[in-house]
């Protein structure tokens, strides 16, 4: 029986992750989230009651530590960010406001008694690729955005303090993550809402940019199944899918999947965010599920079929 924190939890991936930990029954999940960008639409019902949310910014240490001094936990899984290529251009700050909330969370977890802390980190911490694909250990973290450098100094505290005060932890980075549960503003619901009305679908620059797009079962899967079998503990784990696309091709896919008239429309480039190329090495995330991952296609049908069902 375990006590385990996701922070974010009014999150696309952290709900879909607090369902599928939610499973085994004699678990308690606590969700924390500020609502600032999350929604009560994605915290998820369990039919064992063992999910319960609470509304506290971790980024406020009175708030947070309440929590963690009331329900001690055993594990928590620290994915609480302000995300969105558009949203952190535009507010830097609040992105290096997250420094704070990266501190609580592992002072309290040091102080309390946790066993380990799972951390979502971000492709974005890459910057422009040097090499492809891009691994945990051999490629450079070159990115200088606000938003890759808080990832890239959360996976130092890490460090540290396994160094300093042996907290356990695991990286998550994660690579394009889509599904049911994504907001408007991501490149795939955005293009899937535009096709379905018939609207253009409009693309940054030519279009030449590549990325990858995982599932979001895949994500929940793979990070389950790496938290319950006590795999790569102190180390770095790309999650995502190696399959890259150009995203013209992935608008080409939507408006075929869809059956939609939308057109194409290219707008200029953006002046920074837009890396060029985005491939994981996924060689360990392939080892944990043992699997095939869920084609592109396959994963815009399924979310197609959940927004009509709901």
């Known amino acids: 029986m375990a006590k385990i ?16 930990l939610a499973s085994n029954a004699n678990d308690t999940i606590i969700l924390v989230d500020n609502l600032v960008t999350g929604s009560m639409k994605k915290v ?11 509304k506290g910014d971790v980024n406020d240490f009175p708030d947070i530590s309440s929590v963690f001094y009331a329900w001690k936990f055993d594990y928590v899984f620290h994915y609480a960010a ?32 946790v066993k380990r802390v799972y951390f979502s980190s971000s492709s974005e911490v890459y910057g422009e690729p040097v090499q492809v694909p891009q691994n945990e250990h051999t490629t450079p973290l070159n990115s200088r955005l606000p938003y890759a450098i808080v990832k890239n100094l959360g996976e130092a505290f890490l460090r ?29 619901s955005k293009f899937l809402r535009a096709a379905l009305r018939g609207e253009n679908i409009t693309v940054y620059g030519d279009g030449m940019q590549t990325r990858t797009f995982c599932f979001v079962e895949d994500n929940v ?15 770095v784990v790309n999650i995502g899918s190696d399959q890259e696309c150009t995203v013209l091709q992935l ?5 075929k999947v869809t059956g939609s008239s939308s ?13 060029t190329r985005r491939r994981p090495d996924i060689s360990k995330m392939n080892a944990v599920l043992q699997r095939p991952l869920t084609s592109l296609e396959t994963g815009l049908k399924m979310i197609i079929e959940s927004w009509r069902n709901n």
């Open 5 to 20: 924190l996701i922070t974010g939890g009014a999150g696309f991936i952290p709900g879909a992750l607090a369902a599928k």
């Open 44 to 54: 998820p019902v369990s039919p064992h009651k063992n999910i319960h949310f609470i």
């Open 82 to 113: 302000l995300v969105g290529v558009q949203r952190t251009l535009s507010n830097p700050v609040k992105v290096l406001n997250d420094i704070e909330g990266i501190k609580n969370i592992l002072n309290l977890s040091k102080n309390t008694g």
């Open 160 to 188: 540290a303090y396994h160094e300093e005060y042996k907290l356990d932890y695991t990286v998550f980075r994660f690579f394009n993550t889509y599904g049911p549960q994504q907001s408007d503003d991501f490149v795939i």
């Open 221 to 235: 899967s793979a990070c389950e199944k790496i938290f319950r079998e006590n795999l790569h503990v102190n180390d």
């Open 251 to 255: 608008a080409e896919t939507v408006i």
């Open 263 to 275: 057109q194409i429309v290219h707008l200029p480039p953006l002046p920074e965010g837009d890396m």
